[in-house]
């Protein structure tokens, strides 16, 4: 893999209007700065297409689709008490799906090493028939979906950094084995969900990895949760593909939630993504989903980038294991033989 990494942006990000609302337009214009005033970090800068229905029906049904563009279409309304639609919000979603989709194409059809969607509405709360938690349409279950219907890729793994857990990626892959999604995220915290006890169903048992952690966690606790367990499980599932469902509301200026991650949090867990996604020969692709903190916001979205962009992986340096980490590796032994916790 040898191309330039590739980044998806659609203006239709700012149509999705939803007031005095923490998912806001502004989000995507501090980073779109942020990210000009640095030339783009070199990427190449492409247009997301609008998803047609054949892209967003592999992963919610059609009713699904339908009502989200009807109700766009009347003007817009609140889904719930989270989660509003407007006149533009469907075009805006579409293209969040689209770029996500095309950002797959470029990865696996064209070699690309790396690639970004920054979009918004973000999508991991939708489920496969519900909208809810600011989100629409599923993004990275889109991206997923379309890394195996248009190139056959057999395995994806998710890895979800943002604060709350990604329920509806959960709910959309909970009984198949073609997608390892795992999740760290805050609990408790909205949505309630994802607890170490839920592992997935059917074909999909094991393939479901929740990782909650106590508020306050800051960077220790992520970034040795993404070094010591989820990068041993890529190496055990050997997936085709690597997204990420790139959340920075665990940000220690987010005002959502009550993690402590730092900027230099954020790197490190995309460079331990990008080292193992190159150990394995595979292409690694962000989808952007929270983080509330404008410039928080902007700065984490630019030090994840400059590291997945990187023409050589650099790894970061290995903290200890946190005894999260540890306990993890523990409990998952029993899916995933060969992750063993360390010994001292």
Do not use: K
């Not at 997301?48 to 109700?71: F, K, M, N």
């Amino acid at each position: 893999m040898s191309s330039d990494p590739v980044l998806f942006t659609h203006p239709s990000s700012l149509e999705h209007e939803t007031g005095a609302h923490p998912e806001r337009a502004a989000r995507l214009v501090a980073i779109d700065d942020a990210l000009t005033a640095r030339g783009h970090l070199g990427w190449a800068l492409r247009s997301s297409p609008l998803a047609d229905d054949a892209l967003l029906t592999a992963v919610h049904p059609a009713s699904h689709v339908e009502a989200i563009r009807g109700l766009s279409e009347r003007g817009g309304g609140w889904i719930d008490a989270e989660t509003a639609c407007s006149p533009g919000s469907f075009r805006a979603a579409a293209h969040s799906s689209g770029g996500a989709a095309a950002m797959v194409d470029a990865l696996l059809g064209e070699g690309a090493r790396a690639g970004a969607s920054l979009h918004r509405p973000p999508g991991h709360h939708a489920e496969i028939d519900r909208a809810m938690g600011f989100c629409l349409f599923n993004t990275v279950a889109v991206a997923a979906r379309r890394a195996r219907d248009a190139h056959g890729v057999s395995r994806v793994l998710v890895l979800d950094w943002d604060v709350h857990h990604g329920n509806g990626t959960e709910d959309v892959f909970r009984s198949t084995d073609e997608v390892l999604y795992v999740s760290i995220h805050e609990a408790p915290l909205y949505p309630g969900s994802g607890p170490v006890t839920e592992v997935g169903s059917g074909a999909g048992e094991g393939y479901t990895v929740n990782l909650p952690v106590p508020s306050y966690s800051g960077d220790d606790v992520f970034t040795s949760l993404v070094a010591d367990v989820v990068v041993p499980l890529i190496r055990s599932y050997a997936p085709g593909l690597v997204l990420i469902s790139a959340g920075y509301d665990a940000h220690a200026g987010d005002p959502l939630a009550n993690c402590t991650v730092t900027d230099d949090g954020f790197r490190a867990m995309a460079a331990s993504m990008r080292a193992v996604a190159d150990e394995i020969g595979v292409p690694v692709g962000l989808v952007l989903e929270g983080g509330y903190d404008t410039a928080a916001l902007a700065r984490s979205v630019i030090a994840s980038l400059e590291e997945l962009g990187r023409p050589e992986a650099r790894p970061p340096a290995r903290g200890p294991v946190h005894a999260l980490s540890t306990q993890a590796l523990e409990r998952l032994a029993g899916h995933w033989p060969g992750l063993r916790p360390p010994t001292d």
